[in-house]
Each structure stands twice: as structure tokens, then as C-alpha cells.
């Protein structure tokens, strides 16, 4: 049977977060796992060998804790927690090497700025050194990495590395508050350099215009206490932590959608890893990422900031955080819910049987199926002004739009059938082999996976995919008003 022992207690059981053990009942295991773990022992049991009263005992989702339960046969294949109370366990250690801390100083001005930090009793001197001495890298200088950037240098976090490759859009001053009007076409880590040049001199800010790959991932991490991830997409999302579990660096994890987000440590003193939680991402286009699916304008700014004050956690050495579990926040219907993560003993880059060992030798492109297959046969496409002019002349062509009707609402493609991605394969006999047929979506990607789906489901007509999708032909085809709503 496998106990899995939380972050909090690990250290009483040789820092193993899962341990197998053979025994019929929670009362065999016990005592099975405190012979083998003398330590661990003592912080589980009182002299008079009664249950600590901090320590709650499940099996699957049920609480057993109450010793009437303890004698019962279990099933193997059952697992059994030792979970702390939310106020109890051992102190956190921090992140930061004591000789570190011990090698910062601070000046007037710095005593001022932070006054209101040095004075409470759980940070300190002390905590505020290990935040000077502190070193994090924030990859995605975006929505996410705007509360966690700004936070954490209004913090003090002495260096600060933002990683990005992009260039500050129009629509990404509706949520990415780093950056302003004037910051239009600049890269995004300039126009993050120059606010954190204003809120804080002091600080080392890196700025590194670079799009994160297998071959430079590591020369950008290695060296660096913490790596929080702000980045929107899997590739990049499985990329870091792998990089992070194989340099041993921490990870605060953030990702939003819609009215949801999500936050979680991995990667945490040999906890779980990212792909412990998610071994898999989704089919590539089949879940609309946060630029397709759009984002309320204050959930970064709710989930960041979590990430930052998690981060501060971790380098203090304070509280309670979310290691080796997932936060989930919802904000339209403000609910929250703390999920455990496990550690997948058969996890390909953290588990007993590694074989991911680097980086540079795993194809991220593949995993997450941006690849094209070479035994598949190329995707035909329109260029917008190809489709514009078929659709001017006349031709009979269907259009089929494959959106999400949230989406659909926004604007709306005159004359389209609308199939659902989802229904395609099932609603294919609506679709006229002889025409042309042209799918349409956002971007231009998840019409590619629509064909694809068609072919595999037996579909033999003639399909094309609208290059760059609707967002590169609306100038074109919908000048007339009436078109967006
Ligand atoms: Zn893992």
C-alpha cells in the first residue's frame, strides 16, 4: 500500500513524499511506518501513543483518522494521506542560503522603503535580506508577468530576470498593466525595464528579448533561486518545468482562461513536477489558448498576484504555500478550491525511471503537436484576399466556422455554417463533398485540426483552411457596418 506524506512532514519520513509499504490496515501501516521512521514517530504520535490531534488520516477522499476505522481490511490499491492541519506543521525553510542573507545591507533609504515590511514580525530583517539576496526569473512579461513583475520588484527582490519575445500589442493593455499607449511595438521586457527603473533603482532588472527553447532554456535559469512561469502556452509551460526539475529550481506555476486561473509550486524540494499534474497537453487547437479565449481584465491580476506572494513566500521561509498542490480560482462565481497534487512515481522527467534527462535531447514541438507530421498530406489554404474574391464572384463554396459562439459573438462571418469542432466528425454528412469547403477560425490554427479531424473521420471533399483565420480578413471582408457588434 502507498502513504503519501505532505510537504509539512516530509522531513520526519526522509523527505519521501510516497512510501509503499505492505499492510491490510491503516493501524499495520502506522505501525509499519513509524518502525521504519523513528522521527517520524514522535511527530505523528504522543508519548502515550495517541494520534496528534494536527495530523488527519485519509484514505482516498475519506477521513479515517477516528482509531474505530484503523483495523478495517483495506483494498492494496489504496492510498493513505497523513495530512497536517491547515494551521499546524513544521516551519518553512527558505530558499535562500543563510550566507546570502548574511551578505546583504541595507541603506536609509532602503530601511524607509520597506518599513512597512520590516516590521512585521514573519519578514523581518531577516526576510527582507533573503528577498534582497534573492534571485527570480519571470518568464512571460504579459498579463500574468505584469502583477508578478511589478510586486515583486515593489518587494525587493534584488535580480529579477524577465524573459519574453514579444512586442506590446493594443489588445494587450486590457489586461497587461506593465505596460501603456507609449509602449505600442516596443518588446515587452524594454517597456518592463523602464517601470522598474521608476519603482526601483536598486534593483538588478534583466531584460532578455528572447523566445525560450530547448537549446537556450537552461543558460537562462541555471543559476537562479526561483522560475515562475506567466507564459501562455504548453509548449513553453513544459519546457520550463522540465528545465526546472532537471536544474533543480523551484517553479510557481499561473495560468489563466476565461474567468479561471490556476496556481501551484512544483518542482519543490523533490516534489511533484508539472507533468505529475498534466502529463499531457491537449490536442494542439483543440482548447483555445488565453489569447483565443480571452481573459476578464483583473483575473491576472488576482492570480499573479497570488504567484508573486507565493514566490515571497518561498524566499522568506514563511506560511503555508502550495507546494505539490493546485489552486483554482474562480471569479465569476468567486470560488476557490486547493486541489493535491501527486508525484508520479512514473513521471518521465521527475520519477524513479527518468528518461527526459535534457532538455535539448526532448522535441517540445512534437509533444505538444505543433509538428506536421511528414507521412501527412499538406493542409490546402486561402490567403484572406483568395477567399474574399471567391466569396465577391459568386462561387458556390461553403464556409464553416468552427469558433466557440462566445467567440462567434464578437463577429459574426456572413453566410457560415456553423459546426462546433467538437461536432464535426459527427455532423460531416452536412457538408457537400462536390464544393469547396473553406473552415474558418480565430487565429488560423484550429481550422488546420478541423481538416485534420474530417480526413481521419473518412470526409473526401475538397477542404481549405483560412490562412491566419478571421482575425487577417476582417479589414478585408467586413468594412460595411453591422459587422462587429
Ligand atoms: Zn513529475
Known sequence: MKIYVTATLRNFFGRNPLIELEGKSIRGILSLLTDE??????????????????????????????????????????????????????????????????????????????????????????????????????????????????????????????????????ENLQSQVLHTSRDLKRPKVASAKDKIRNLNKNINFEAENLKLEADNIVSVIDGYDLVIDCTDNFKARYLISDACVLCGIPLVFGAIYQF??????????????????????????????????????????IIGSIQANEALKLIIGIGEHLDGKLLTVDSLYLRSKILKVKKRCDCPVCGSNAQITKVEDYDYEDFCGLKAKEEEVPIPALTPEELAKRIESGDPITIVDVREPHERAILRFPDAVVIPIGQLARRKNELDPELDTVFICKEGKRSILAINTLREAGYAGPMYSLQGGIDAMKDIIFPHEGAWL
Not at 495530523?55 to 479515517?64: A, F, L, P, T
Not at 513536477?273 to 483583473?298: D, M, T, W, Y
Open 37 to 170: 521512521y523513528p522521527d517520524g514517530k514522535k511527530v505523528l504520535f504522543e508519548d502515550n501513543g495517541k494520534l496528534r490531534s494536527f495530523v488527519q488520516i485519509y484514505v482516498g477522499d475519506e477521513n479515517r483518522t477516528d482509531e474505530g476505522e484503523w483495523d478495517k481490511e483495506l483494498p492494496a490499491d489504496a492510498e493513505l494521506m497523513l495530512l497536517p492541519a491547515v494551521a499546524g506543521g513544521a516551519p518553512q525553510e527558505s530558499i535562500i542560503p543563510d550566507e546570502r542573507r548574511k551578505a546583504v545591507f541595507f541603506d536609509d533609504a532602503e530601511v524607509e522603503r520597506f518599513g512597512r515590511q520590516l516590521m512585521l514580525r514573519d519578514i523581518g530583517v531577516k526576510g527582507q535580506k533573503r528577498i534582497k539576496a534573492s534571485r527570480v526569473v519571470v518568464a512571460g512579461a504579459g498579463a500574468l508577468g505584469s502583477p508578478v513583475i511589478q510586486y515583486l520588484a515593489a518587494a525587493g527582490v534584488g535580480t529579477i530576470k524577465a524573459v519574453d519575445f514579444d512586442e506590446v500589442r493594443l
Open 260 to 301: 479561471e486561473g490556476q496556481v501551484g509550486i512544483f518542482n519543490l524540494n523533490g516534489g511533484p513536477c508539472f507533468r505529475c499534474q498534466f502529463p499531457e497537453p491537449p490536442e494542439a487547437g483543440l482548447v483555445p489558448s488565453c489569447s483565443e479565449g480571452g481573459a476578464i481584465s483583473p483575473l491576472p491580476g
